[in-house]
């Protein structure tokens, strides 16, 4: 938009400036003209070049003040006085398509008046003959429909790149629909073209032969008769000079014309012809309105709406691919997820089935085995019978030495009370012994000191003291003896109490060996029932293992059956991948720019 | 032998001694200048008793009974112990089954003197 | 000293036998608990009360310079002109009859109141004199 508002401003001016240009070349060229093929009297040329150039100005003032009021719109955009939006714009497209028939119209228009009134004045304001002013009435109107075609096909040259400016980013669908089809076809300006190169070249060169004629006649009869074949041979240059003068501008207007006619044909075809091969490229560009006349316009119409469907679709074509590839990744994912569980479900269930078969062997070795169990249960219940018996009676010689135990301790206690009264009594002999030899050896000193006297009680002193010595020394034997008594009996004790501890841990044991053996008969005979229940139930449940082994073996037939239905989706999934990566190419074939 | 009148029965590590009261001036507080009867029995004594006062000087014992008995018979010391601690040895008395040597205060002190300063 | 064999109250101490006259030897006692003296010699283990006397206890062992050897459960009391005084025993042999005179153990201190070897019936034994020995302790400390 910005280049729009950009490229607006001076635009209704730049438009009429070919209009402006043409007309006054074309009566640039026909005042020429008329100056060289008109014999005008003295003193009225003047008064013929200023009349031309006062109303040739006043026309072209007229009719840029009309055209000017024609391209409202367009000026309003320009200097800002109206918003550009798109229904201006298509306002202004609608301005800029209709100016070349109007300027064309106003061309004409202009021309006849303007001629017209330059002739009127003329004839009034000199002294001209009445033919004179006929010749320049009649080179006007020879002109003036000329100059109103090229000026219109230079204007309906600038009037498509305008259009084509404003109509950059209107949808073209929106820009026909919105406008009216233009009225002037390409035959009927074909037919004008034709008629401007051929008539008007023509007529001019027609018009300047004649009045070549009528003019060497008049010189030649107005040249002495001698000079004359010199006079015509130095004249016949310049003749043939303005002659080929005359007749080549007004042949190279014609051509420009019709250049500028054919230009504004063709190019838009190239547009259209150009864009149709990129298309066949596959360069898929947004389309844009191809301004055009007649036919031209309908068909650049219609390829510009055709190319915007063929863009939308193509963009519709990409999107539901991408959506397509997308969900084909998705399902490929949970496929192959659903693949790798089915190989695993049938990994697992070859497993299990192998487990199962496993476990009806076993059953029918647990079948085998049981009896053999039995057996061995039914021996175990006899030798545990046997051993309680022995149990019983080894329980009863430990009672029996714990009682004789009990009793060899009490004896032994009693020995010891006694050793005790032997040991208190053996003291009292021994004090008395000591007392004694005491006694016996004061005596015996005593007797000493008596000398002769005391002799014989120093003897029997002596005895007496050896016998107390005697009885000390049995005493001190004694006192051995019951040390080691003593430490015999306290052994005894020790010994009794040890026996004591051991026969009780042995009743104890012996009861625990006989409550074992009452618990392992028990067992026994309970394992002996265990058995023939399991002997009953292992023939029961080989059937049914070997039933869950055949159900096994059937489900795993499914579970592959199943894994090769997953692979076949896989591999339609990847079908419909590779399908939707061919699509993909062909839309990018499309490259958008 | 006279007999005496009140004593002071001592107690040094285990054994015993028994001094007049007539030759004891006060019972005071071990000081640091008292001599230690357990001397005399080639002891070293405990740091702890009592101190029996004899002039200036003190003589540490590690308790003491005073026995106010008068006329206490007293048994003659043997020849043989005449000497013992320099002849501060006065005699015995018998109590209770138990023999108490009498000792002169300050024959004993002279008695620790001299063999603390002598060989 | 008279002459002829005279009894002698044989008995042993620390593994030594000794005698001392018969009329000296007043009578032998089982060693009662002492009473330790203050200022006395080592070989004085201490006094206890006999019969109204206070008796000396002397180690014979300890007196002449041996290891001490507390084994002794006896004691022989002797008495002289001066005093009374008691030896420790181990042993009480008896009484033996001694002859003659033998020569001293020592020229000084405790042997010199000791003279040996005297035969007896148990082995060789030293004879004490008994007022010797006691005039030497008095004078001693």
Known sequence: ?593 | MKPIDGIALCRVGEARLAFPCDEIDAIAAVGPDALGAALAFGDVGSPEGKALAHGHRLLQVDSVDVLATTALAVLPVPAVIARAAGGALAGFVLLAGDLWPIVSVGGLLDFLESRRSGP | MSEGPRGHLVFACGGSLYAVPAERASEVVNLPSLTRVPGAAPHLLGVFAHRGEVLPVIDLTRLIGKPADEAFRRVVVVRVGRGVMAFTATKVIGVSAIEGAPPRLGESGALAFMHGPARVPSGDCATIDPEGLLEFLARGR
């Open chain 1, 1 to 593: 938009m910005s280049s729009l508002a950009e490229w607006l401003p001076g635009r209704a001016r730049w438009l009429m400036l070919p209009s402006t240009l043409g007309n006054t070349l074309v009566a640039l060229v026909a005042a020429l003209y008329a100056s060289s093929t008109l014999h005008f009297p003295p003193d009225t040329l003047d008064v013929f070049w200023t009349l031309v150039v006062t109303v040739a100005s006043a026309g072209v003032a007229i009719a840029e003040v009309i055209a000017a009021r024609r391209l409202r719109i367009l000026r309003g955009l320009a200097v800002g006085r109206l918003p550009i939006t798109p229904a201006n714009r298509l306002r202004a497209i609608d301005e800029a398509r209709h100016l070349p028939d109007l300027v064309a119209r106003l061309g004409v228009a202009c021309w006849v008046g303007a001629v017209s009134v330059v002739a009127l004045l003329f004839g009034l304001l000199s002294t001209a003959p009445l033919a004179l002013v006929g010749r320049i009435e009649a080179i006007g109107l020879l002109f003036g429909p000329m100059a109103a075609v090229v000026v219109g096909l230079l204007v309906g040259h600038r009037a498509q790149s305008a259009v084509e400016v404003l109509a950059r980013g209107l949808s073209p669908e929106q820009i026909v629909s919105s406008l009216k089809a233009p009225s002037v076809s390409v035959s009927r300006r074909l037919i004008g073209f034709t008629v401007i190169m051929v008539a008007l070249p023509s007529m001019v060169a027609m018009d300047v032969t004649r009045s070549l004629g009528v003019d060497v006649a008049e010189l030649w009869f107005s040249q002495p008769p001698a000079s004359r074949a010199q006079w015509l041979a130095s004249a016949q240059s310049a003749m043939i000079l303005k002659v080929v003068l005359l007749v080549g501008l007004t042949t190279l207007l014609a051509v420009l014309a019709a250049a500028v006619g054919a230009t504004s044909i063709a190019r838009p075809l190239q547009r259209v012809a150009t864009d149709a091969s990129a298309l066949a490229r596959g360069q898929l560009s947004d389309a844009t309105l191809i301004a055009g006349d007649g036919e031209v316009w309908l068909i650049s119409n219609v390829f510009s709406r055709l190319k915007e469907r063929l863009v939308a679709l193509v963009r519709q074509l990409s999107a539901s691919n991408l959506r397509i590839a997308s969900a084909a990744a998705t399902l490929q994912v949970a496929s192959q997820g659903s693949e790798g569980g089915a190989a695993e479900q049938a990994a697992a269930l070859n497993q299990t089935s192998a487990t199962t078969e496993e476990l009806a062997q076993s059953a029918r070795q647990i079948a085998s085995s049981a009896s053999a169990v039995q057996e061995l249960a039914r021996k175990t219940l006899e030798a545990a019978e046997s051993g309680l018996g022995n149990a019983e009676s080894f329980r009863a010689a430990i009672v029996r030495m714990h009682q004789d135990n009990r009793s060899v301790s009490a004896a032994v206690e009693r020995l010891n009370g006694r050793v005790q009264q032997i040991g208190r009594i053996v003291e009292v002999i021994n004090t008395v012994a000591e007392r004694s030899d005491l006694l016996a050896l004061s005596a015996e000193l005593e007797g000493t000191r008596a000398g002769e006297v005391g002799r014989g009680f120093s003897l029997v002193a002596a005895e007496m003291r050896r016998l107390a010595e005697n009885v000390l020394e049995s005493t001190a034997e004694v006192e051995e003896l019951i040390g080691e008594i003593r430490a015999a009996t306290r052994q005894t004790a020790d010994a009794t109490e040890r026996a004591r501890a051991l026969t009780e841990g042995s009743t104890a044991l012996a009861d625990e060996v006989a409550k074992s053996l009452t618990s392992v008969a028990h067992s026994a005979r309970q394992t002996s029932d265990a058995v023939r229940t399991i002997s009953l139930a292992t023939q029961q449940q080989q059937t049914g293992t070997d039933q869950l082994a055949e159900a096994m073996a059937d489900i795993l037939g499914i579970t592959q059956q199943s894994l090769a239905t997953t692979r076949q989706l896989t591999a339609a999934n990847e079908r419909l991948q590779a399908l939707s990566l061919v699509l993909a190419e062909v839309v990018n074939r499309f490259q958008r720019e």
